[in-house]
């Protein structure tokens, strides 16, 4: 069956999830991101609304953890890929290396360092 | 290494604000994620105020749907009179008097959807009424004051009588609330698990005792609209009356169906699991039957309502556009009442099919 479409910071917000591996939870998701989508800034909000419809497609799953001190006593919500999530992404990687090779193909290796 | 710029935590206000504006599911991760990123009040309080509209709109995504929120519409648009031909010397038009607490009470609505906490369905309608009568008449309250301070000009208020029609969709809110709102205890609602055999029979006394409160709300605000249609009927003797008795007819004989018939029936005398589930998903299946036939039957004087106010109205006075409007609502409420009957079938044929699996279990 073929994963669901994913957008661009869907896409994003999934590779934080998979890179920060049993961390993942608002603030590192939302570094996460940042770092992946350098120079451009990521609203913390977007990022959480990602979450809610990531979690709706059932491409993640979260949990509340036991309250912390450093964070006036709240609890963290947790995320985890699922198993479509990761498909998802896997796919969503194929079509970006194809689009990489394409771009390549045409410009060159070092087309990547012209910004 | 950074060093720790954070000195204190964020202001009490602040953060009781954020507490109060955050949707009380996202309120303890957000408010835990705001403070672990707190570096000054400033950067707080900007922060907070960038990411709410985020997290209302998700929830509103999450706990309203477009066919239940498009429903709620049309019981207010029927009832608030926005359809009614204007008449002559009218200040203003009736779809300005009526669309003002009709887009009130359903931005009150969607609010609600998003800030309400677990409620049992029968109680979220009735709140959900409430919330929609108070709404509607805050919006008056608020133009009787603009008016009184010449800031609107005289007519933008509901007439009087509409008031009396405006009560009809509290019923009708009630049940659209009790029967289609959506959990929004659970953010794990659509985990699939499939519930241990000897938690079956349980689990369809818990659904039997849903049916029979539903069933019950149902009758009560059935049977209200229509004592208030027959009283209004024998009284005023409306253009509509050929039209409404028949209604009215259909009605009581539905309610004296839904008396009888309406119940989930109770599980066979020391039945096995598999009768059960059999049993549970035959339920199940009429149930969702019988609901979709409910809405057909609430919703009917709507239909009649639109032909009679824009279509039939339309073509006297010869309005190209009313009748357009007129059709193109007739279309677009048909519709939301397929997609509601649609979404909730859908989760009935989920909860079907994890009954299934006890005559794999039987089978095996």
Redesign the interface.
């Known amino acids: 069956m073929a994963s669901p479409s994913l957008g661009q910071f869907e896409q994003l917000v999934l590779a934080a999830i998979l890179a920060l591996g049993e961390n993942a ?3 590192t998701i ?1 570094a996460e991101v940042e770092a992946l989508s350098a120079p451009r800034k990521a ?4 990022v ?2 990602t979450l ?2 990531l ?2 497609k ?1 491409l993640v ?2 949990w ?1 953890s036991d309250p ?1 001190p ?3 006593g ?4 947790y995320y985890r890929l699922e198993e479509a999530g990761l498909q998802a992404l896997r796919e969503a990687a194929r079509t970006a290396r194809r689009i990489c090779d394409a771009v390549e193909r045409r410009l060159g290796e070092k087309t990547w360092n012209l910004t | 290494m950074e060093p720790d710029l954070r000195k204190s935590g964020p202001p009490a206000p602040l953060s009781g604000l954020f507490r109060l504006l955050i949707p009380p599911s996202d309120r303890e991760a957000v408010l835990g994620d705001l403070e672990e990123r707190y570096r000054s009040p400033i950067q707080y309080a900007s922060e907070g105020i960038r990411t709410m509209p985020y997290l209302i709109a998700s929830r509103a995504r999450r706990t309203s749907s477009i066919a239940i929120v498009g429903l709620q519409a049309f019981v207010l648009i029927a009832c608030l009179g926005v359809t009614l031909p204007d008449l002559p010397g009218q200040a203003m038009p009736s779809w300005v008097q009526g669309g003002i607490p009709a887009a009130a009470a359903v931005i009150a609505l969607v609010l609600r959807a998003i800030y309400r906490r677990h409620e049992t369905p029968v109680r979220s309608g009735l709140l959900d009424a409430a919330v929609a009568a108070l709404a509607m008449l805050l919006s008056q309250a608020v133009l009787l004051g603009m008016a009184a301070a010449a800031l609107v000009g005289p007519g933008w208020t509901l007439p009087a009588g509409l008031y009396l029609l405006g009560f009809f969709a509290l019923p009708a809110l009630w049940i659209i609330g009790a029967v289609e709102g959506r959990d929004t205890g659970d953010r794990l609602a659509g985990v699939k698990t499939r519930p241990p055999v000897e938690a079956l029979v349980q689990d369809y006394m818990r659904f039997e005792q849903r049916v029979r409160t539903r069933n019950r709300a149902e009758i009560i605000a059935l049977g209200l609209i229509a004592i208030l249609s027959i009283g209004i009927l024998l009284r005023f003797n409306p253009p509509l009356a050929p039209v409404a008795w028949p209604f009215m007819a259909a009605f009581v004989a539905l309610l004296a169906y839904l008396a009888a018939r309406g119940w989930a029936r109770p599980i066979p005398a020391e039945a096995g699991s598999e009768p059960v589930a059999a049993h549970y998903r035959r339920e199940l299946n009429r149930q969702n039957g019988l609901r979709s036939f409910m809405w057909w039957v609430w919703f009917g004087p709507m239909f009649v309502g639109l032909v009679a106010n824009l279509i039939l109205f339309g073509i006297r006075m010869d309005q190209p556009l009313r009748i357009a409007i007129g059709a193109a609502a007739l279309l677009l409420l048909a519709g939301l009442i397929l997609i509601a009957n649609r979404d909730r079938g859908r989760a009935i044929r989920e909860r079907v099919a994890a009954l299934s699996a006890y005559d794999e279990i039987a089978a095996g």
């Open positions: 939870y608002g603030v939302h609203a913390l909000g977007a959480y609304a809610d419809r979690e709706d059932g799953s979260s509340l912390t450093e964070r006036g709240r609890a963290k919500r």
